[in-house]
């Protein structure tokens, strides 16, 4: 087993090498389900197209086919300009190659959103989508309220074997300076834990984490597709990695009975890597290996 | 049990510390009188009655505006918020605080949230959005846009059970210490209530 230490803000494995920039650590095995992870994008500055460039260059190498945004898409106006400025041009050529967006709502989104045809949210606050084996369920986190809970429960109960993937804006587990939603965490939790929800995704936190499995499921805030918080992480023992010295977002697959991961600074540096085993799997989680500190 | 059933048992409780209160009081009085019923009651009949009248008034200036399938037009979705805003505003031209939130289902409400906020254990109190920064900075005003300078701050889960239930085109969202009565897609403050949440 690798010693873990941190240094300047991320945790780095001994004994890894760096991976050179936009080496894909994804296995890309045939049928598997692949996407981008993508959380609090929708400034509109410099930082947001330089990150969707080098979703680009990864794209190339690793063809996802749909993205999962964490919240925040727009920040600021929602006038027509913004929603170009803010998202149909920084990724023009994903939306052009019929890559989907399916967005979550943050607490800087008009609900209108749900109306807008690319974040495909269907009309609704919250929803369940499926690519291959795996049930994603989109929640509002900013209004979560009985009937949403209610409707929650029963889809996940009616989800079956599939792969369940729960994103949403607000962070359970964070060690970033606001804190996690620990309201939040005293709804859902019990009903992830009780169906089985495979990983948690969320956004918020302009900062990278992953959180070893909390009752059973492990945690990424991917936050930081545009906006930073430098320096925001903090050491934890429930961590198996973060970084903050840059933006980022995530790649993913997901195949048979395993989900593979990698998070990627807007320089194209690899800052974590590994894959964790389904729930259900009922097998031990397969070791998830931090990458090398980013240049 | 399950958390639905624990809010569920919150709200009763924090109502049956209601209705022990106005029996105590009318029992003071006349020993040999008849339980009082539910005192909450009539006032969350009334407060619903008002939304209803709401939402009545609402189908009909949305009937005028039409309804939205999605689109890839953000210029549409725009539009017809903006419409509808207009003509929500100028259908309750005399619209006031408290027209929806009357003093009597303010003070409890009121009750409810601080009752809430009191059980509330430190980590929530300490982490909880609405004590941190990215918040709503405003004075609420009805007939008036919600700014949208301004993040929805997130509604603490805990206290929506407890709430009077709304229509799904209606919202709560806290300002401050306003309770905000909001119409989502127009973006509407329709009512508040002022020292409704503890700061």
Redesign the interface.
């Given at each position: 087993m690798k010693s873990i230490v941190c240094i300047t803000g991320i945790i780095v494995a001994i004994g890894t090498p760096a991976l050179p920039a936009q080496e894909i650590a994804l296995p890309m095995k045939p049928g598997s389900v692949r996407f981008l992870v993508l959380g609090d994008a929708g400034t509109g500055g410099r930082e947001q197209y330089d990150v969707a460039n080098q979703i680009l260059r990864f794209g190339r190498r690793f063809p996802f086919t749909f993205a999962i945004m964490l919240g925040d898409n727009i920040y600021?106006?929602?006038?027509?300009q913004?929603?170009r400025r803010k998202f149909e041009q920084p990724y023009a050529a994903l939306l052009a190659s019929d890559i989907e967006f399916h967005a979550a709502l943050g607490?800087?989104d008009?609900?209108?959103q749900?109306?807008?045809?690319?974040f495909n949210?269907?009309?609704g606050r919250y929803r369940t989508f499926k690519k291959g084996n795996v049930r994603f369920f989109v929640i509002d986190?900013?209004?979560?309220?009985?009937?949403q809970?209610?409707w929650l429960e029963k889809e996940l109960e009616a989800s079956g074997s599939d792969w369940k993937v729960a994103y949403f804006h607000?962070p359970l587990y964070t060690t970033a300076r606001?804190?996690?939603?620990?309201?939040?965490r005293?709804?859902l939790e019990?009903?992830f834990v009780k169906y089985g929800v495979d990983v948690v995704f969320a956004g918020h936190e302009h900062i990278y984490e992953r959180f070893r499995p909390q009752k059973g499921i492990p945690h990424f805030t991917v936050g930081g597709a545009a906006k930073l918080r430098k320096g925001d992480t903090r050491p934890s023992n429930l961590l198996a990695a973060r970084y903050d010295r840059d933006r980022s977002f995530l790649l993913a697959e997901i195949a048979g009975d395993t989900l593979y991961f990698q998070a990627v600074t807007r320089q194209g540096a690899v800052v974590d890597k590994g894959s964790v085993a389904r729930r259900e799997a009922s097998r031990p989680v397969a070791a998830a290996t931090p990458a090398a500190k980013a240049p | 049990m399950s958390f639905g059933a624990l809010q569920n048992r919150g709200r009763i409780g924090v109502v049956a510390g209601i209705v022990l209160v106005a029996l105590a009081a009318a029992c003071k009085g006349e020993p040999d009188s008849k339980p009082a019923a539910d005192p909450t009651a009539p006032v969350f009949e009334d407060f619903a009655k008002r939304v209803e009248a709401y939402m009545k008034l609402r189908e009909q200036v949305e009937d005028s505006v039409g309804d939205l399938d999605p689109t890839k037009s953000q210029a549409e979705i725009t539009t017809r918020a903006t419409t509808l805003a207009a003509g929500l505003i100028k259908a309750r031209p005399d619209a006031k605080p408290g027209d929806i939130f009357t003093t009597e289902v303010a003070t409890i409400i009121a009750t409810l949230i601080k009752q809430e906020y009191s059980r509330r254990p430190d980590t929530v109190t300490e982490t909880r959005e609405d004590a941190q920064d990215e918040l709503p900075d405003f004075v609420p005003k009805v007939n008036s846009l919600y700014p949208t300078t301004y993040p929805l701050a997130t509604f603490p889960p805990t206290l929506l059970p407890l709430l009077p239930p709304l229509p799904d085109k209606l919202e709560y969202r806290i300002v401050q210490h306003y309770l905000v009565l909001r119409d989502i897609e127009s973006n509407v403050i329709i009512d508040f209530m002022p020292n409704a949440v503890p700061v």
């Open positions: 600021g106006s929602e006038r027509p913004d929603f607490n800087h008009d609900p209108n749900r109306y807008y045809k690319p949210l269907g009309g986190s900013n209004y979560l309220d009985p009937e809970l209610k607000h606001r804190g996690p939603e620990v309201e939040l005293a709804v019990p009903l | -």
